[in-house]
C-alpha cells in the first residue's frame, strides 16, 4: 500500500491526515519519507501505542508527526477545519454499521486536488477465506454475504469497489484507481502455509509478487481487501 500511495500523493512536505490510523503503520513511513502527518484516532491505547512507535523514530520524523484523539466521525472539527493533501483511512469502514458519516469526513477534510485513500474489505471475495480453511458451508453462505467474523475475531462488513466509488464521486471525490491488498499471502496462510516473516529475501519476492498483483485483472479482484484512491475536485 506504500507503493500505491506513493504513486498518487505530491511530493513530501505534503499534508497528510491518517484517520483511524492506530499505531501509526500506514502514516509513519510517509513521515519517515518527509510527509507532514496528523494521525487522528479514537483509542487512547492505539495513541499510546503510536507515541511509543514515534520515539523509537529520528526527532526531526517526530516532529513531523501530529496525534489527535477523537473519533472519525468528528475528524472535521478535530482538526480544527484544517484541510489535508492527503486523507487516509484504512481498515476501518468494514467495522462501521454505517459508515456514511466517515465517508462524509474524510472527503471534508481533504483539500481540493487532495487524495483521499481507503481500504475496505472485499465483499466479492467473500467466500474465498472460508473455502480456504475448508469451513465450506460458511463459504457457500458467503457468495450472497457482505458481512463475517474478521481476522480480529470482531463482526466485518465489506464493501465493494464499485459503491465505494460512487459515495466519494458523490462527495466531489474522482475516484483515480483502485488495488488489491493481501492476496496471495492470505491464502497461503488461511490455506494453512507458514511464512518465514524473518526470511528478508523471500518477504522482498512476495512483496514484488503482491504489488504486481495488486494492480492487475483478474488478481486483485480476489483480494481479501481493497485500496481505493481518488482525488477532490479543485473547486
Given at each position: 500500500?506504500?507503493?500505491?500511495?506513493?504513486?498518487?500523493?505530491?511530493?513530501p512536505?505534503?499534508?497528510?491526515?491518517?484517520?483511524?490510523?492506530?499505531?501509526g503503520?500506514?502514516?509513519?513511513?510517509?513521515?519517515?519519507?518527509?510527509?507532514?502527518?496528523?494521525?487522528?484516532?479514537?483509542?487512547?491505547?492505539m495513541?499510546?501505542?503510536?507515541?511509543?512507535?514515534?520515539?523509537?523514530?529520528?526527532?526531526?520524523?517526530?516532529?513531523?508527526?501530529?496525534?489527535?484523539?477523537?473519533d472519525?466521525?468528528?475528524?472535521?472539527?478535530?482538526?480544527?477545519?484544517?484541510?489535508?493533501?492527503?486523507?487516509?483511512?484504512?481498515?476501518?469502514?468494514?467495522?462501521?454499521?454505517?459508515?456514511?458519516?466517515?465517508?462524509?469526513?474524510?472527503?471534508?477534510?481533504?483539500?481540493?486536488?487532495?487524495i483521499v485513500?481507503?481500504?475496505?474489505?472485499?465483499?466479492?471475495?467473500?467466500?474465498?477465506?472460508?473455502?480456504?480453511?475448508?469451513?465450506?458451508?460458511?463459504?457457500?453462505?458467503?457468495?450472497?454475504?457482505?458481512?463475517?467474523?474478521?481476522?480480529?475475531g470482531?463482526?466485518?462488513?465489506?464493501?465493494?469497489?464499485?459503491?465505494?466509488s460512487?459515495?466519494?464521486?458523490?462527495?466531489?471525490?474522482?475516484?483515480?484507481?483502485?488495488?488489491?491488498?493481501?492476496?496471495?499471502?492470505?491464502?497461503?496462510?488461511?490455506?494453512?502455509?507458514?511464512?518465514?516473516?524473518?526470511?528478508?529475501k523471500?518477504?522482498?519476492?512476495?512483496?514484488?509478487?503482491?504489488?504486481?498483483a495488486?494492480?492487475?485483472?483478474?488478481?486483485?479482484?480476489?483480494?481479501?481487501v481493497?485500496?481505493?484512491?481518488?482525488?477532490?475536485?479543485?473547486s
Amino acid at each position: 500500500m506504500h507503493q500505491q500511495l506513493l504513486g498518487h500523493l505530491p511530493p513530501p512536505p505534503a499534508s497528510v491526515l491518517d484517520v483511524g490510523g492506530g499505531a501509526g503503520n500506514q502514516s509513519f513511513p510517509l513521515a519517515q519519507a518527509g510527509y507532514q502527518v496528523t494521525l487522528l484516532d479514537p483509542s487512547l491505547g492505539m495513541l499510546d501505542k503510536a507515541r511509543l512507535r514515534l520515539t523509537r523514530l529520528p526527532e526531526e520524523v517526530q516532529q513531523r508527526v501530529t496525534l489527535v484523539h477523537a473519533d472519525g466521525a468528528d475528524a472535521d472539527a478535530a482538526v480544527g477545519g484544517r484541510r489535508f493533501d492527503a486523507v487516509l483511512c484504512h481498515g476501518v469502514l468494514g467495522y462501521l454499521e454505517d459508515p456514511t458519516p466517515l465517508i462524509d469526513q474524510l472527503c471534508r477534510c481533504a483539500a481540493p486536488g487532495g487524495i483521499v485513500s481507503i481500504m475496505s474489505g472485499n465483499a466479492k471475495a467473500g467466500a474465498v477465506r472460508p473455502a480456504m480453511e475448508q469451513r465450506w458451508d460458511d463459504a457457500l453462505a458467503a457468495f450472497d454475504a457482505t458481512r463475517e467474523i474478521g481476522v480480529l475475531g470482531l463482526p466485518t462488513r465489506g464493501d465493494t469497489v464499485e459503491e465505494l466509488s460512487e459515495q466519494i464521486r458523490s462527495r466531489g471525490v474522482a475516484p483515480l484507481d483502485w488495488y488489491g491488498v493481501w492476496l496471495f499471502v492470505d491464502w497461503l496462510e488461511f490455506g494453512g502455509t507458514e511464512l518465514d516473516p524473518e526470511d528478508a529475501k523471500q518477504a522482498q519476492k512476495i512483496a514484488a509478487v503482491e504489488l504486481e498483483a495488486s494492480r492487475r485483472d483478474p488478481y486483485r479482484q480476489l483480494s481479501r481487501v481493497f485500496h481505493l484512491v481518488g482525488r477532490k475536485g479543485e473547486s
